[in-house]
Structures are given as structure tokens and as C-alpha cells.
């Protein structure tokens, strides 16, 4: 059980971060929630939690393209056990019209947001004498695609602090691994279901199948709960001595 750890979790009021933040509640971690939004459903999603899981819930906004909120967010927590870095946004264009704001937006949430999170929590994690730090990285952190320079490149970059960070608490109770999802059935996604399936004039299966899984040898999504999963299979014992790792849940992606 979890009981007693505080987890943090960034951008977790959707998703994949909410997911991780459910799985670990349900083993007994109080959360803290994020996003940059403050909306009155982001709070409502925390109080939920709480309620469904029995565990302290709280949501804490802050922006993780602010090397200052990121860090004032591990501050607000007052503690940090597990920290799983979450928040991260995409854009895609070919490299030559890639726009420059968008290149330094996803290099600051996706990547430097980690070394800040990080930076702030692994004093308070040695102060309690165990840590899990848990980096959602990517199948686009081990390989890449055309047109997602900015992501692959910040997703490898999270990769590779992934094994610094571990090399630096190797000799503490600390442990850091990235998760690698392959394509994850997130409300993002689901909502890009009906346009594929218009512009192919394909049904719902068939589009997921052939068009959006074509790269995903499993054919099918994984899920925000198994991603949930690993974060807490991480986070127990048995993976004490799991640390600078990468564990893929790809459907087989990365095997081909
Ligand atoms: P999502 O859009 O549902 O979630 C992104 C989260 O990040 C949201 O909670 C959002 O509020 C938050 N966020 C965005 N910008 C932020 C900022 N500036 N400050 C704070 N929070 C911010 O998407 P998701 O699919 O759940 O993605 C979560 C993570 O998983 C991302 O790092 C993404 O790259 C990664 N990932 C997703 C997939 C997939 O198929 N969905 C696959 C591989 C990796």
C-alpha cells in the first residue's frame, strides 16, 4: 500500500495524468493534482477522489512552461514522495514551418519542466528517505516520427534525464524510470476519432484499427488505467531495484 506517501502528479486534471492519479489514490496515496487552468472542476476532480478513494486529495495550479510554478508546485505540496511528471502538449509540422514558440512551449513543458519538478523534489524525497520519481515519457521518447521534431526530441531528452537522475539517487532508496505509452485512449484522442473516420469514410473500428493504430502492433489503445498500473507497479517494492529504466506499454510498438 501507498498509505502515507504524497504523490504528485502533473497535469492531471485529463488523461493519462489522471489516470496515474486514480490508480495511485486507489492504493492509498494522497494526490496533488495540476494543471494551469484553477477551474472550479479541476478542484471538484480532487474533492472526488478524495471521496471515492478515502485518501487526501488536493489540486494545486501551476504552469509547467514557468520554471518558477514548477518549482513552487513541489513547494505548495509540502511533500513529495512520488513524483510523476505527466503535463505535456504536442504539435506537429514539418521542421522547416515548425513555428519557434511552439518549439520552445513543448521543449519547456514536456522536457525542463522535469528537471525543475526534480530538482525541487529529490531534497524533501532524501528528507523522507524514500522517493519514486516517474516520467511519462513516450514510443516517441525511443523513436521517432516525421513532423513531431519538437516532441520526439524533448520525450528522448526526458528519457535521458530519466537514467541521470537515477545514476545521481542510485545509492538511495530513490528510484526514476520513464513509462513509454504507445497511442493511449485518452478524451484527446477519442475526440479525433470522428474526424478520421469522416476523412477516410471509414467506420469507428476501422479507422482505429488501420489509420490511427497502423504503428501499434496490438491494435489496440492501452489504457489510462494500465498506465495507472504501472506507475503504481513502480511505486511498490517489487520495483525497488528498477531505476534508469525504460518500460514500454506500446502494444508491441517499439519491437518492430
Ligand atoms: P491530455 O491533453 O489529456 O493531458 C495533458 C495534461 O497536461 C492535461 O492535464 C493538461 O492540463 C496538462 N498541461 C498541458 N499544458 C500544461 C501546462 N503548461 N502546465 C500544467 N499542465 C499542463 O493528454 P494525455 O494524452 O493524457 O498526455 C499526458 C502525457 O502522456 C503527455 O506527456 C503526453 O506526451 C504523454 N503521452 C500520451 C500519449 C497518448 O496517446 N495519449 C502517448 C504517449 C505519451
Not at 513541489?74 to 514539418?94: F, M, P, S, T, W
Not at 528537471?115 to 520519481?133: I, K, N, Q, S
Request: net charge negative; aromatic share 6%.
Amino acid at each position: 500500500s501507498l498509505a502515507g506517501k504524497t504523490a504528485v502528479i502533473t497535469g492531471s486534471n485529463s488523461g493519462i495524468g489522471l489516470g496515474v492519479a486514480i490508480e495511485l489514490a486507489r492504493s492509498g496515496a494522497d494526490v496533488v493534482l495540476n494543471s494551469f487552468t484553477d477551474r472550479d472542476e479541476d478542484h471538484a476532480i480532487a474533492a472526488k477522489i478524495a471521496e471515492d478513494h478515502g485518501v487526501n486529495a488536493r489540486y494545486i495550479a501551476a504552469d509547467m512552461s514557468s520554471a518558477t510554478d514548477c518549482r513552487a508546485l513541489i513547494e505548495k505540496a509540502g511533500r513529495c514522495d512520488i513524483l510523476v511528471n505527466n503535463a505535456g502538449i504536442q504539435h506537429v509540422e514539418a521542421i522547416d514551418k515548425f513555428p519557434i514558440e511552439k518549439w520552445d512551449a513543448i521543449i519547456a513543458i514536456n522536457l525542463s519542466s522535469v528537471f525543475h519538478t526534480t530538482a525541487a523534489a529529490l531534497p524533501t524525497m532524501r528528507e523522507a528517505g524514500w522517493g519514486r520519481v516517474v516520467n511519462i515519457a513516450s514510443a516517441h521518447g525511443l523513436t521517432a516520427s516525421p513532423f513531431k521534431g519538437a516532441y520526439v526530441a524533448a520525450k528522448h531528452g526526458v528519457v535521458g534525464f530519466t537514467k541521470t537522475t537515477a545514476l545521481e539517487t542510485a545509492e538511495e532508496p530513490i528510484t526514476c524510470n520513464a513509462i513509454c505509452p504507445g497511442y493511449v485512449l485518452t478524451p484527446l484522442i477519442e475526440a479525433q476519432i470522428p474526424d478520421q473516420m469522416a476523412a477516410h469514410n471509414m467506420d469507428r473500428d476501422t479507422v482505429v484499427r488501420e489509420v490511427m493504430l497502423e504503428r501499434q502492433p496490438s491494435r489496440e489503445f492501452a489504457t489510462v488505467e494500465q498506465l495507472g498500473g504501472t506507475a503504481v507497479f513502480l511505486c511498490s517494492d517489487a520495483a525497488a531495484q528498477i531505476t534508469g529504466t525504460t518500460i514500454s506499454v506500446d502494444g508491441g510498438w517499439t519491437a518492430l
